[in-house]
């Protein structure tokens, strides 16, 4: 729970999901529609479990300008 807070509160929010990730596409598919528009670069990780359902995203790091 720590830990959670830690990553909530200094690189991003977590965005709880319900769909499976089956490719690469999917994943593109999903960060274009949420943070295609962004004018800065940054960098994400998925949380999935053994199903490859997505449990959460963080944001790591943002590029500068």
């Given at each position: 729970a720590a830990l959670r807070a830690l990553v909530e509160?200094?690189?991003g929010q977590v965005t709880p999901l319900v769909q499976h990730i089956m490719s690469s596409r999917d994943v593109a598919a999903y960060f274009m529609a949420t943070i295609g528009?962004?004018?800065l670069e940054s960098f994400w990780?998925?949380?999935c479990?053994?199903?490859?359902c997505v449990r959460s995203t963080h944001r790591v790091a943002?590029?500068?300008?």
């Open positions: 509160s200094r690189l528009h962004q004018a990780v998925i949380l479990d053994a199903r490859n943002v590029g500068s300008t």
